[in-house]
């Protein structure tokens, strides 16, 4: 993973808005979250999470035949960030493109690349979630800036041969347009090009419902984790850790008591990064693995929610 330098506070964010840190952790449990510099991009960003995860896993840019980028706040409109950050860390046998399921990225990329792994086409994809939040933030909307981080993950899949069921057993992903309108960014480009009017609107801003998505963050994590377990013939009791999008601690909560299984199973950083997007999963699978939660040989459940409506589930076999 790889986190901006600079920590926004809700202390810091009560000094401008009409908001309170007790409001905040009560209703979010988010106590902090990373801003990108003016130099950082989501590519910067997703090109040190990659070479961590190169170091990490003892390989080299080259070795490299695919990197997908899952961002929703790309650096520019096009070429794609992947592109950007293929060049970064020179990864130049690697076809590299973005793309664009907001917070449930992470596992759609993942989908994808679990695709191109199990059918031998490729030996080396890189799946990267990388997000700078911060720059579709409305910072006078208390409803949503208090909520988003900026930050990226990158995981490496690579083939290989096993007797037993591991690594990623499946992924199941799942979108539904006739809710488009819960989180929207509504415009700054196509239907709504930069102009005037969508200036001073805050057309280029992140707009959310937020007990909306927040019902159907509870409904379709519970829901897709349900089906992706019993794909693999397992129960919940077969779970060692859970490891949940994080965009806000009540949602992680309601889906621990929806699927029965205890919330010290979840791994749960919102506190420190708020909710990164495509990000979130991808960092907190790397604190998890770091802290020693997930050892070898345990089952992780990744389930998440995001605009679209996407959302997702993933077993892995560690
Ligand atoms: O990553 C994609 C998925 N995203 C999500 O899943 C987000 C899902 N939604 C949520 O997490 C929650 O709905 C929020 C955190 C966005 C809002 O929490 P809530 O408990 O649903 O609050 P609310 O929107 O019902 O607002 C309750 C009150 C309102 O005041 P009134 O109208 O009752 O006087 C808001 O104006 O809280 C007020 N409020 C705030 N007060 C202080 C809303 N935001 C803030 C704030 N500080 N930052």
Same mark, same amino acid.
């Given at each position: 993973?790889?986190?901006?330098?600079?920590?926004?506070?809700?202390?810091?964010?009560?000094?401008?808005?009409?908001?309170?840190?007790?409001?905040?952790?009560?209703?979010?449990?988010?106590?902090?979250?990373?801003?990108?510099?003016?130099?950082?991009?989501?590519?910067?960003?997703?090109?040190?999470?990659?070479?961590?995860?190169?170091?990490?896993?003892?390989?080299? +840019?080259?070795?490299?035949?695919?990197?997908?980028?899952?961002?929703?706040? +790309?650096?520019?409109?096009?070429?794609?960030?992947?592109?950007?950050?293929?060049?970064?860390?020179?990864?130049?046998?690697?076809?590299?493109?973005?793309?664009?399921?907001?917070?449930?990225?992470?596992?759609?990329?993942?989908?994808?690349?679990?695709?191109?792994?199990?059918?031998?086409?490729?030996? &080396?994809?890189?799946?990267?979630?990388?997000?700078?939040?911060?720059?579709?933030?409305?910072?006078?909307?208390?409803?949503?800036?208090?909520?988003?981080?900026?930050?990226?993950?990158?995981?490496?899949?690579?083939?290989?041969?096993?007797?037993?069921?591991?690594?990623?057993?499946?992924?199941?992903?799942?979108?539904?347009?006739?809710?488009?309108?819960?989180?929207?960014?509504?415009?700054?480009?196509?239907?709504?090009?930069?102009?005037?009017?969508?200036?001073?609107?805050?057309?280029?801003?992140?707009?959310?419902?937020?007990?909306?998505?927040?019902?159907?963050?509870?409904?379709?994590?519970?829901?897709?984790?349900?089906?992706?377990?019993?794909?693999?013939?397992?129960?919940?009791?077969?779970?060692?850790?859970?490891?949940? &999008?994080?965009?806000?601690?009540?949602?992680?909560?309601?889906?621990?008591?929806?699927?029965?299984?205890?919330?010290?199973?979840?791994?749960?950083?919102?506190?420190?990064?708020?909710?990164?997007?495509?990000?979130?999963?991808?960092?907190?699978?790397?604190?998890?693995?770091?802290?020693?939660?997930?050892?070898?040989?345990?089952?992780?459940?990744?389930?998440?929610?995001?605009?679209?409506?996407?959302?997702?589930?993933?077993?892995?076999?560690?």
């Amino acid at each position: 993973m790889y986190l901006p330098e600079k920590i926004l506070t809700n202390a810091d964010l009560e000094k401008t808005l009409d908001t309170s840190d007790e409001w905040i952790q009560t209703r979010t449990g988010i106590q902090e979250r990373r801003i990108a510099q003016k130099d950082e991009a989501s590519s910067t960003l997703g090109a040190n999470a990659a070479k961590n995860a190169l170091n990490d896993a003892g390989l080299t +840019p080259e070795d490299l035949d695919l990197i997908i980028v899952c961002t929703s706040t +790309p650096d520019v409109l096009y070429p794609s960030t992947a592109c950007f950050v293929q060049k970064i860390i020179g990864a130049s046998r690697a076809a590299a493109y973005d793309i664009s399921a907001v917070c449930s990225g992470f596992v759609f990329g993942l989908s994808i690349a679990e695709q191109f792994v199990k059918s031998g086409r490729y030996e &080396h994809v890189m799946v990267i979630g990388a997000e700078v939040n911060s720059r579709i933030m409305d910072w006078t909307d208390r409803k949503t800036c208090v909520l988003f981080g900026d930050g990226a993950g990158a995981a490496i899949l690579k083939r290989v041969e096993s007797s037993e069921p591991s690594g990623i057993l499946s992924t199941h992903i799942h979108s539904d347009g006739n809710h488009s309108d819960f989180l929207i960014v509504p415009g700054g480009i196509g239907r709504e090009p930069v102009n005037n009017d969508a200036v001073d609107n805050k057309m280029y801003c992140l707009k959310m419902a937020g007990q909306s998505t927040f019902k159907m963050a509870v409904k379709r994590m519970s829901e897709v984790s349900v089906e992706c377990l019993e794909y693999n013939g397992l129960t919940t009791e077969d779970v060692d850790v859970v490891v949940p &999008h994080q965009a806000n601690r009540r949602i992680i909560e309601t889906v621990s008591q929806k699927l029965n299984v205890p919330l010290d199973k979840f791994f749960i950083n919102i506190h420190k990064y708020g909710n990164t997007s495509a990000a979130s999963i991808p960092i907190a699978l790397h604190e998890a693995r770091e802290s020693g939660k997930i050892q070898q040989g345990n089952l992780s459940l990744l389930t998440v929610l995001g605009a679209g409506l996407t959302w997702g589930a993933a077993a892995i076999r560690w």
